[in-house]
C-alpha cells in the first residue's frame, strides 16, 4: 500500500546538470527513483535550442498579467469562496497566435506555492510548470513570468500542476489562432465543463482524505461514512454494499469516484445558464474542454448534428456527429449551424446522472423560451463520436516509422485500497521512461484496472493508434481492459510528466516521469 503523495511538496527532486534524482518524501519505506543515464534538464542547452528552433522570425510578443488569488464566486445563484485567476470562472480566456511569443506574469496571492501547467502545449521545458521537475514553484507574495514561444495552433488551456489546485477554480483557456486565419465560422467561442464542489460540500482535501481512507481499509470493510462524498456519495442510483460506484457502459464500468453536486459549463449552472449568440443562419466554432478533475462529460447540441474539425487543438478530417465525450483534459473543436431559435447545449455527467448546460440563440432576442434546465436532447443518445472516426489531416499525419522504443506501460490500481500507479510502483518511486533525442517512441497503455483513466502526456503530442493517418492527441481515455497505443517523435528534449488527468489518481501516485537521456 503507498503512502499519500502530495504534488504540492514534491520538493524532493534535486535538478543537477547531470541528472535528476527523486529524494523521496513520503515514508522511510520509500525507495529513491534515479535515471540509469545522465539526464536531459529544464536548463540543459538542448532545451534552449529546441526552443531556439521553434522561434519565428519577427514574432510578436503577447503579454498577459495574471493573479492567482481566493475569490467569492457566484455560481448561478450559488456563491462559493474558492480560488481563482483574476477573481473569473473560468480564469481570462487568453489568445496568441501560432508562431508568437506568449509571456504571462503571474502573481501567487494563494496561502500556499502554485504554477501554471500550459496543457497540450509542445513548450520549452522549464515553463511546463510542474514544481520542480521543470521549474521552481511560486511562492505566497510571489510572482514569475512564463514565457515561451507558441508552435502550434488550437485549444488548449491551462491550471496548476500542485497538489488538488485543480479541483477548485483555478483554470483557463488559451486559444492559439491560425495565423492564416480561418474564416469558416461567424463566431468562436470557447465553451470549459467543469465538476464543482469546493465551497458546496468542503474541499477537495477533504474528499481526499476520504479517498485516502479507503486505503486503510485494506480491500474489505466498512464504508459507512463515505455516502457524504461531494455531496450525493460515491455512487448513484443503487448501491454496491454501500458505496455504490457511478456506472457507464462508454467508460467500461465504473465512471467516477466522486460524485459532485455541482456542474458547470463557463462556470455557470443549468439554473442560470450562460448565452452563446450566433447571428441568423451563422456558423459557429465551439472549442470544448473538459476541466473536470472526475467526470467525463457527453456533449451535445439540441436538434443539430455537431461537425468535428479539431481534437486536442489538431486538425482532422471533419466528422459529423450527434454527440462526443470528453475525459478530463480532452478538447474537440466543432462547427455547429444553429436553426432560428434557442438551443441547449448539453453536457452530461457521464454515468453521474447531472447537467451542465449553455444556451445557444440564434437572432435577435425574440419571445423563444430558453429550454429548461432538465433537458435531455435526444442527440446526448444518438450517433457519437469514437476515437475511430478520427482522421488527422494530411499535413498533420505522423508517418509510420519503426520505433526506436517499443515499451507497455501497465495502468495498475483500485478502489479499496485506493492506490493508483504505473506498473504498480506509485510516482516518485517509478523509474523514468528514458527516451533519446530524435528516437521514435511507442507506448502501449494496457488498463489492467478496474476503471477508465485520461491519460496526459506532457510537451508532446502523439499519434493515436498505429495507422498514419491516427489522430494528434495529448490526452487519451483507457478503458478497463483495453490497451491504447500512441506513437510520437522525442523532439522536445527535458524532463516531462505523463500521468492520469484524473486530481485524484494523480495525487495518489498515477504518474511517471519520461525522461531525456544522454
Known amino acids: 500500500m503507498s503512502s499519500p503523495v502530495h504534488i504540492d511538496r514534491r520538493r524532493f527532486l534535486q535538478l543537477t546538470g547531470a541528472g535528476v534524482v527523486f529524494v523521496a518524501a513520503c515514508s522511510s519505506t520509500d525507495t529513491t527513483a534515479t535515471a540509469t543515464r545522465p539526464t536531459v534538464g529544464p536548463t540543459n542547452p538542448a532545451?534552449?535550442?529546441?526552443?531556439?528552433?521553434?522561434?519565428?522570425?519577427?514574432?510578436?510578443?503577447?503579454?498577459?498579467d495574471l493573479r492567482a488569488a481566493p475569490a467569492t464566486l457566484d455560481l448561478g445563484g450559488r456563491r462559493v469562496d474558492t480560488w481563482a485567476y483574476d477573481g473569473g470562472l473560468p480564469g481570462p480566456e487568453l489568445r496568441v497566435t501560432e508562431g508568437d511569443v506568449l509571456e504571462v506574469a503571474l502573481r501567487n496571492d494563494l496561502p500556499?506555492?502554485?504554477?501554471?501547467?500550459?496543457h497540450g502545449v509542445a513548450l520549452r521545458n522549464d515553463m511546463d510548470g510542474v514544481p520542480d521537475l521543470t521549474g521552481v514553484s511560486v511562492d505566497p507574495g510571489e510572482s514569475f513570468t512564463y514565457r515561451f514561444t507558441v508552435p502550434d495552433a488550437g485549444t488548449y488551456w491551462f491550471h496548476p500542476h500542485m497538489g488538488l489546485q485543480l479541483d477548485?477554480?483555478?483554470?483557463?483557456?488559451?486559444?492559439?489562432?491560425?495565423?492564416?486565419?480561418?474564416?469558416?465560422?461567424?463566431?468562436?467561442?470557447?465553451?470549459?465543463?467543469?465538476?464543482?464542489?469546493?465551497?458546496?460540500?468542503?474541499?477537495?482535501?477533504?474528499?481526499?482524505?476520504?479517498?485516502?481512507?479507503?486505503?486503510?481499509?485494506?480491500?474489505?470493510?466498512?464504508?459507512?461514512?463515505?455516502?457524504?462524498?461531494?455531496?450525493?456519495?460515491?455512487?448513484?442510483?443503487?448501491?454496491?454494499?454501500?458505496?455504490?460506484?457511478?456506472?457507464?457502459?462508454?467508460?467500461?464500468?465504473?465512471?467516477?469516484?466522486?460524485?459532485?453536486?455541482?456542474?458547470?459549463?463557463n462556470g455557470r449552472t443549468p439554473s442560470d445558464p450562460p448565452t452563446i449568440r450566433v447571428p441568423s443562419g451563422g456558423t459557429a466554432r465551439l472549442r470544448l474542454i473538459n476541466a473536470g478533475s472526475d467526470t467525463a462529460y457527453r456533449v451535445a447540441l439540441g436538434g443539430h448534428w455537431m461537425t468535428v474539425t479539431h481534437a486536442d487543438g489538431f486538425p482532422v478530417e471533419p466528422v459529423e456527429v450527434d454527440a462526443v465525450l470528453l475525459g478530463m483534459g480532452e478538447r474537440y473543436d466543432v462547427l455547429v449551424r444553429p436553426d432560428s431559435g434557442a438551443w441547449p447545449l448539453v453536457a452530461l455527467a457521464e454515468g453521474k446522472d447531472r447537467t451542465a448546460m449553455a444556451v445557444i440563440r440564434t437572432g435577435g432576442t425574440g419571445s423563444t423560451a430558453p429550454p429548461p434546465a432538465d433537458v435531455r436532447p435526444a442527440e446526448l443518445d444518438g450517433r457519437l463520436l469514437g476515437y475511430a472516426d478520427l482522421r488527422a489531416t494530411e499535413s498533420m499525419r505522423l508517418e509510420r516509422a519503426r520505433p526506436d522504443i517499443d515499451e507497455v506501460v501497465e495502468i495498475t490500481g483500485s478502489m479499496m485500497p485506493y492506490d493508483w500507479s504505473f506498473d504498480g510502483v506509485a510516482f516518485p518511486q517509478h523509474p523514468y521512461f528514458e527516451i533519446e533525442q530524435g528516437q521514435r517512441v511507442r507506448i502501449a497503455f494496457d488498463n489492467t484496472s478496474p476503471m477508465w483513466h485520461p491519460i496526459h502526456v506532457h510537451g508532446h503530442t502523439?499519434?493515436?493508434?498505429?495507422?498514419?493517418?491516427?489522430?494528434?492527441?495529448?490526452?487519451?481515455?483507457?478503458?478497463?481492459?483495453?490497451?491504447?497505443?500512441?506513437?510520437?517523435?522525442?523532439?522536445?528534449?527535458?524532463?516531462?510528466?505523463a500521468h492520469c488527468h484524473n486530481t485524484y489518481h494523480l495525487e495518489r501516485g498515477m504518474a511517471m516521469v519520461v525522461s531525456y537521456v544522454t
Open 168 to 265: 477548485r477554480g483555478l483554470y483557463a483557456p488559451l486559444v492559439v489562432e491560425e495565423r492564416s486565419g480561418s474564416g469558416r465560422y461567424d463566431v468562436d467561442q470557447v465553451v470549459v465543463f467543469d465538476d464543482w464542489l469546493d465551497g458546496v460540500t468542503g474541499t477537495p482535501e477533504d474528499i481526499y482524505a476520504r479517498l485516502a481512507g479507503m486505503s486503510s481499509m485494506g480491500g474489505s470493510g466498512d464504508m459507512d461514512g463515505m455516502s457524504g462524498m461531494g455531496g450525493s456519495g460515491m455512487g448513484g442510483s443503487g448501491g454496491q454494499g454501500g458505496m455504490g460506484m457511478y456506472q457507464s457502459d462508454l467508460l467500461g464500468g465504473d465512471a467516477g469516484d466522486v460524485g459532485y453536486p455541482l456542474h458547470l459549463l
Open 112 to 118: 500556499e506555492a502554485t504554477t501554471i501547467h500550459w
Open 462 to 497: 502523439f499519434r493515436l493508434g498505429e495507422a498514419s493517418s491516427g489522430p494528434r492527441k495529448d490526452t487519451v481515455n483507457v478503458l478497463p481492459g483495453e490497451r491504447v497505443v500512441v506513437e510520437f517523435d522525442a523532439d522536445n528534449p527535458g524532463q516531462w510528466m
Open 47 to 64: 532545451v534552449a535550442a529546441a526552443e531556439a528552433s521553434r522561434a519565428r522570425p519577427g514574432a510578436s510578443v503577447t503579454r498577459f
